[in-house]
């Protein structure tokens, strides 16, 4: 029976479902928690990973938190440490994990992971403190703290201000990313308040459906929702 097992799927096809859960939480992680400190208030919060928002759930109800063991206990560690901008110790506790030993590129790959993790940290950094404890932010200062190059600084920023999701400008002579403090008015935040309550409600039809009919109208809902997070953004 175990030769007829290895005959159907050779070694070289096999993919570990360690290395998979791994490399799927890990990605989950430095997609989620910079999202996370981008919707803090609440408004406008769309969800890209249940899973990981399930287990942060999890591990915050535990009044004692063990010394990570499994893969998701080491996510997880790292999870919270990125959110508080410990880069070097969310490193850590994923290169302490022995599933990379299964790839070939093993110190390529763990300095891709390095290497995004400190650009979701700073990411990260300036979504939590940017408009509420600074006015102005250096970009050596930044270099300095995250242990990166000014021009790596420079297109991270750069990116961010691209795509609004910061409300800064560059002042050039001083080297220096001025921020913008955006205030909502109340219509704007009963909106808001509004548009989470509506998709609050609209994911419970859709559980309740799905579990009726057995997941038939799954595809409308989903683009019925989409509708409403895109004019909600809007």
Request: glycine share 2%; net charge neutral; proline share 2%.
């Amino acid at each position: 029976m175990l030769m007829e097992r290895r005959r159907q799927m050779p070694y070289h096809m096999h993919i570990n479902l360690e290395l998979l859960e791994a490399v799927h939480l890990t990605c989950a992680m430095l997609i989620e928690v910079p999202n996370m400190a981008a919707n803090s208030d609440g408004a406008n919060s769309k969800l890209i990973s249940k899973n990981i928002h399930r287990l942060l759930e999890k591990s915050e109800k535990q009044t004692f938190t063990a010394p990570p063991e499994t893969i998701r206990d080491h996510v997880m560690a790292a999870t919270r440490a990125l959110a508080k901008g410990k880069f070097q110790e969310a490193f850590e506790v994923l290169n302490s994990l022995d599933v990379w030993r299964l790839f070939k590129n093993r110190d390529s790959i763990l300095d891709m992971v390095k290497a995004r993790i400190i650009e979701v940290a700073l990411r990260t950094y300036l979504f939590t403190y940017s408009s509420s404890c600074y006015k102005s932010l250096s970009l050596d200062e930044l270099a300095k703290m995250f242990d990166i190059s000014e021009s790596q600084v420079y297109n991270i920023v750069n990116k961010m201000m691209i795509n609004d999701e910061l409300n800064a400008r560059w002042d050039q002579p001083t080297q220096c990313i001025v921020f913008h403090e955006v205030k909502q008015n109340r219509l704007q935040s009963l909106a808001c308040q509004l548009t989470d309550k509506v998709l609050i409600l609209t994911e419970s039809n859709e559980s309740a459906m799905e579990s009726r009919i057995g997941g038939g109208c799954l595809d409308m809902s989903s683009r019925k929702r989409d509708k409403i997070q895109d004019s909600a953004a809007a």
